[in-house]
C-alpha cells in the first residue's frame, strides 16, 4: 500500500472523529444476549479440594479476588493456583 495515491473523500473518511453521534454504533443497545456471547468467564475453584466456587467475568473475578487483570491472565494461562484458587477458562465441574 505503499506510494498508493488515496482520493481526498477515501482520505477524509479515515481521518473523520468518530466519537460519539458520529460513531455508526451510537445509540446501538446490545440486547442480553449479545453480552452473554461477549462476556469471558472465569471458573474458580479451590485449589485442595477443587470445590467449585463460582463463575466470574474478568474484571469481576479480578475485583473479587483483588488481582490485577495481568496476574489473572497469567494464572489462566498456566494453571498454577493463586491464593489457594484454581482460575479456569474451561469448566473443571459438571453441573
Do not use: W
Not at 16 to 31: A, C, D, E, L
Not at 39 to 53: A, G, H, Q, R
Amino acid at each position: 500500500m505503499t506510494g498508493r495515491k488515496f482520493s481526498p473523500k477515501f482520505i477524509e473518511m479515515q481521518k473523520r472523529n468518530k466519537i460519539g453521534v458520529n460513531n455508526p454504533q451510537f445509540g446501538v443497545i446490545k440486547s442480553s444476549e449479545t453480552i452473554a456471547k461477549l462476556t469471558k468467564l472465569v471458573y474458580v475453584y479451590n485449589s485442595v479440594d477443587m470445590f467449585y466456587i463460582g463463575s466470574y467475568s474478568t474484571v469481576q473475578c479480578s475485583k473479587e479476588f483483588n488481582m490485577g487483570k495481568d496476574t489473572l491472565s497469567k494464572y489462566l494461562l498456566n494453571g498454577f493456583p493463586f491464593k489457594g484458587k484454581i482460575f479456569s477458562r474451561v469448566k473443571l465441574h459438571i453441573s
